[in-house]
């Protein structure tokens, strides 16, 4: 009998690459769909409980649905690095492995943090919009260069933000659990005591941390009251880490000059999101680590941690112990 494989994961299907040809030698039947799926979603599709493998993106991988999937599925392949939709905890209570695949993508969302600052720094939005609708309206915006970037959460992503933003000769303070010193020091990253301290400092902020409990709506009203005047905001993490409305009401009365976002607490967003009302917000459909590049390199591992889970053999990236 095939081992069937649920497949959701979009910028999979759509990027053509050597992960298709990887997936197909193995002879899976793939039932494909398009995700992020709800909880509903995942449950009709896994009430059967005739997968033996999910190859997942940001679906919403509760408990319920892991229940339903039981005993036949052997293994949960996260393309991508953030867990935060999977219930890890249950699914190591029910010996079920969770593969991920850090340290493919760190590149790519560092390059898009850049274009969003810059988006923002140099009106480009709606300076392309003018000029397509004939209106030669010139508009006049900030350099990088001498500006100070704040970075909350120097891991993998984090630094190479900060290596490129010494590139364009901009301050670099940052705060992290785990502070790297060596690499701080080699790229002249100043070590913040807080967050806060980080926000106070900065006139560019960019989130590269993991959404917990603790970190979920970090940046709110109160916290949005000590960032500098005219700051900017950078979010390539995850949506919830910010507090939506907060946001929209700082952008209206300009405490922030603008918020670049390529993640928002729902995806795809209503379409009455609040900051769809703000102009100086710059957002993208979570494109972030969606390269050519980048994805055959996450799809590659995703793939190969799904194969090597089937056949018994260990994961190259395993997010709990079995």
Not at 138 to 148: S, V
Not at 149 to 161: A, L, P, S
Request: charge should be positive; proline fraction near 4%; charged fraction near 25%.
């Amino acid at each position: 009998m095939k081992q069937r494989i649920l497949l959701t994961t979009t910028s999979f299907q759509d990027t053509p690459g050597e992960h298709h040809d990887l997936l197909a030698r193995e002879g899976f039947e793939i039932v494909r769909e398009r995700g992020p799926l709800p909880e509903s979603k995942m449950i009709e599709l896994v009430a059967r409980g005739d997968f033996d493998g999910w190859l997942i993106g940001d679906d919403a991988i509760t408990r319920a649905v892991i229940q339903k999937s039981l005993p036949r599925l052997k293994c949960i392949s996260k393309y991508g690095i953030g867990l935060d939709k999977v219930d890890v905890k249950s699914a190591t209570e029910f010996k079920l492995p969770v593969t991920f695949c850090p340290g493919v993508n760190h590149t790519t969302v560092a390059e898009h943090v850049f274009g969003l600052m810059l988006a923002i720094y140099r009106d480009i939005v709606p300076q392309c919009n003018f000029v397509k609708s004939g209106n030669w309206k010139r508009l006049t915006g900030h350099e990088l260069a001498g500006k100070t970037i704040g970075v909350i959460g120097v891991g993998r992503i984090g630094k190479e933000v900060s290596t490129r933003a010494r590139a364009f000769a901009m301050n670099v303070i940052g705060f992290d659990i785990y502070w790297d010193d060596k690499f701080a020091q080699a790229n002249s990253v100043k070590r913040a005591a807080s967050i806060d301290e980080v926000l106070k400092s900065s006139d560019i902020v960019t989130l590269h941390t993991n959404l917990t409990d603790e970190t979920r709506h970090m940046i709110n009203t109160k916290r949005i009251a000590l960032m500098k005047k005219g700051a900017v905001l950078i979010n390539t993490a995850r949506g919830e880490l910010v507090e939506t409305n907060d946001i929209a009401t700082a952008l209206k009365s300009g405490q922030l000059l603008g918020y670049g976002a390529d993640v928002l607490e729902t995806e795809p967003p209503p379409k009455d999101h609040p900051l769809f009302a703000c102009q100086n917000a710059v957002l993208t459909p979570h494109i972030g680590s969606r390269t050519y590049e980048s994805v055959a390199r996450q799809a590659k591992m995703a793939v190969e941690n799904l194969i090597n889970v089937l056949n018994g053999k260990p994961a190259l990236a395993q997010a709990n112990k079995i």
